[in-house]
């Protein structure tokens, strides 16, 4: 990387969960290289290893013959991470809430819940075939009031 403040990279990968724990770590040195403390760390990495699991898992069937892609860039305001997979293509508006009663119990579902949770931004955008997931933390908190 060039230095903290400003750095990119881009990976294709194959769908495999090596890939998966590849984007993870990533995302833990680019957080750690931007700044981000100890405590928003890890949770910058499960977010956006919730996003990779998605995309390997939920957008390519672990489909050998798709890729997925993740970059990593650092502005002087933000970490922005991007995650495209070549599957169906995904609404988020058909995810079932998972804090609804009826789904309480389910063992999936959450994914989604959490790297909205954990990021400060997170937008959908519709490819064909596919679908990119970018998430953004904020370097430094917004200021208010004034």
Do not use: C, W
Not at 45 to 51: G, I
């Amino acid at each position: 990387m060039a230095d903290s403040t400003t750095s990119r990279v881009s990976y294709t990968l194959d769908s495999t969960l090596d890939s998966v724990n590849k984007i993870e770590q990533t995302a833990e040195q680019y957080a750690q290289r931007a700044g981000f403390d100890e405590e928003a760390i890890p949770y910058i990495a499960m977010a956006v290893r919730e996003a990779a699991v998605n995309a390997v898992l939920h957008g390519n069937a672990y489909d050998m013959g798709k890729h997925i892609t993740a970059s990593f860039e650092t502005t002087s305001n933000d970490l922005v991470i991007r995650i495209t997979d070549q599957g169906p293509g995904l609404d988020p508006s058909t995810l079932p809430d998972p804090l609804a009663p009826e789904n309480i119990l389910r063992g999936s579902g959450r994914g989604i819940f959490l790297i909205r949770s954990f990021m400060d931004e997170v937008n959908f955008r519709k490819l064909h075939p596919g679908t990119e997931l970018t998430l953004i933390k904020h370097r430094t908190p917004a200021k208010s009031g004034t």
